[in-house]
Every structure is written in structure tokens, then in C-alpha cells.
């Protein structure tokens, strides 16, 4: 005999019940993952396009006053009438500094413990080539010797006209109250590299306020060996200029100037070839307004407002080739 408690269904009656539920969800969850599944792939697809900032992208300047508009209305600009002469890239190439450049990933040191005195005998890790990301190694100022020192000033003082035409204009547009260039200050200056295999940054901004960055490319530029990607109109903070003009990968030869303002939200690209992508990284900034300018959530703010901005100029560039 069977017996089932007062106005409980019969267990036949819950299986039928239970069966027919499953039969009304799971398509909907099967539509739900594939929905999901391809737009995780299409935005994979649109964040792994990698189109070269080109003639056409009105980056290309051929004199400083041309440069100063570009980084006006694009935030980025190639200045070709500044570009180093292969002689000075060879001195930048050979100066004490490079001679310890890294060529391939390094492996952690650990600290090793030997008997002794406590600390005695520590293994320290090596902190003149400082690391960034996966393969990418930082010589900032204070680990550079003097003779790299003089190496890079004096290109610096080939490049001044630039920084000092953009503070001056911010001064004229009266975005600030600098009356000399005694208010701006050099807040970096190192020599990088990628190394094959290298992943890519977060993208990121230098500094929230505005200021200058420059990148000159040791070797020459391009998506494969990682060139930097720069969201164009990523300096102001305007989502559709910057969804329209889009990400675009430096593309240049060694010795270029490359000069983006510092508000521009960009990114290293990963290394894959088998040869290092060696840069010299030059930054101005006020002292009133010292980088990065925001916190870490900030940073992680400004990278998923990249990736989405990525994402966004990719579909249009996808859907609106022309």
C-alpha cells in the first residue's frame, strides 16, 4: 500500500511537474550561454585588432606647430621634423645604461638564506631594471649613471621646443596659471624594453591632469613587437570622440618622437617577435599637479573605461570600415 501525507501531489505528479520545468529553463540557459559566449568572443575579437596610426589619422606632424594641434584635438602626435638622427640612436644604443639591458624574461631572484646573522648573506633582488608587466623592464633616473644622463639630455634639449610650446599654450588657453617654465618639471626619464614574449599593459593614463609624454623608439615600431596603442581623443573627457577616433597602434621608425598628452589613455602591446622593442620615455608635468593623479581604483576605472572604448571604436570601425 502507498500512502502519501493530506493534500501532498502523488511523487509521479512532483517528477512530471520537476520535468516539465527543466524543459522551460534549459533552452533558455543554453540561449543565455551562447548569447554570452559570443559576445565574450566578439569583444575579444574587437580588443585584438591592431590598426596602425596612420597618415590619416592627422598624427603625423611636420613641425612642432603642427604637433601642438594634433595633440590638441587627437591627444597624440608624430613629430618628424624632431626625429633623432640614426647616429644619436646608435649613441642611445651603446651608452653603460643599455650594455645591461634585458633580452629575454627574467626569472624572479629569491632571496636565499645562508647561515649567519639574521640578513646576512641575502640573495637581493635586482632592482635596476624595474618591472612593469610580463617581459616589460623599466632603467628610471636614479639608476641611470651619469654619462647616460648626458646621453639623453642632450636629446632632451632637441625635443624642449615641443614641451615648451604645449605649456605655453595651456598657459594662453588659460587652463593654467604658469608664468614659467620653472612651474613644470621632468617627473620621468628612462630607457624600457619588451621582451619577446612580453604581455600587454592595463590601459592607463600617465597622469589625470594634463601633461606631456614622449616615446622615442630605439628600434622601429610596429603591432608585432608591441608598439604602444593610444586611444585617440582619449584626453578629454568626451566617451564618443574617443569611440570614434579609436585605438591605434604607434607605427614608426627608430629615432620617431612620438608625443602623446599625458591624459591620453593608451597601452604597451605584447612582444611577439624574437628581437627586444627598446624606448627612451620622456615626461613633463606641473608641480601642481604631479602624476599619476588618482588612486588605485582610478587606475582600475580608467582601464575598463579603455577596454570599453576599445571595444566600442573596434565595432565601428568593423561595421564602418570607411
Same mark, same amino acid.
Not at 113 to 141: K, V
Given at each position: ?10 511523487? *509521479? ?86 650594455? *645591461? ?100 599593459? *592595463? ?52 629615432? *620617431? ?66
Amino acid at each position: 500500500q502507498h500512502h502519501s501525507a493530506a493534500g501532498q501531489p502523488p511523487p *509521479s505528479l512532483w517528477n512530471s511537474n520537476l520535468i516539465m520545468a527543466q524543459s522551460r529553463v534549459l533552452p533558455k540557459l543554453a540561449i543565455l550561454g551562447t548569447v554570452a559566449g559570443s559576445t565574450i568572443f566578439v569583444c575579444h575579437h574587437l580588443e585584438s585588432q591592431r590598426t596602425p596610426l596612420a597618415l590619416e589619422d592627422s598624427c603625423n606632424a611636420a613641425s612642432v606647430p603642427a604637433a601642438l594641434t594634433s595633440l590638441r584635438t587627437s591627444g597624440v602626435a608624430v613629430v618628424d621634423n624632431l626625429r633623432l638622427t640614426p647616429n644619436i640612436v646608435h649613441e642611445v644604443n651603446t651608452m653603460p645604461a643599455a650594455d *645591461s639591458m634585458p633580452t629575454q624574461l627574467l626569472r624572479p631572484q629569491r632571496q636565499q638564506r645562508r647561515r649567519g646573522p639574521p640578513g646576512a648573506n641575502m640573495m637581493q633582488a635586482d632592482e635596476t631594471w624595474r618591472l612593469s608587466a610580463l617581459g616589460r623592464y623599466h632603467r628610471l633616473e636614479n639608476h641611470l649613471g651619469d654619462t647616460d644622463i648626458m646621453v639623453l639630455e642632450k636629446i632632451e634639449r632637441q625635443l624642449w621646443p615641443l614641451v615648451e610650446g604645449f605649456f605655453r599654450e595651456q598657459k594662453e588657453n588659460g587652463e593654467s596659471t604658469t608664468d614659467n617654465m620653472d612651474a613644470i618639471f621632468r617627473s620621468e626619464l628612462q630607457l624600457m624594453t619588451a621582451v619577446p614574449g612580453s604581455g600587454h599593459q *592595463s590601459w592607463h593614463r600617465d597622469n589625470r591632469s594634463r601633461g606631456l609624454s614622449i616615446i622615442v623608439p630605439l628600434v622601429d615600431f610596429h603591432a608585432d613587437n608591441g608598439g604602444t596603442q593610444l586611444l585617440l581623443g582619449s584626453h578629454v573627457e568626451k566617451w564618443p570622440l574617443g569611440a570614434r577616433q579609436g585605438a591605434r597602434v604607434v607605427h614608426a621608425p627608430a629615432g *620617431s618622437v612620438v608625443a602623446y598628452d599625458s591624459r591620453t589613455i593608451h597601452r604597451g602591446l605584447d612582444n611577439g617577435t624574437i628581437e627586444g622593442r627598446p624606448a627612451l620615455i620622456f615626461c613633463y608635468d606641473r608641480k601642481v599637479s604631479p602624476p599619476p593623479g588618482c588612486g588605485t581604483l582610478g587606475s582600475v576605472a580608467t582601464s575598463y573605461q579603455g577596454r570599453m572604448l576599445d571595444i566600442l571604436s573596434g565595432l565601428r570601425n568593423t561595421l564602418s570600415p570607411n
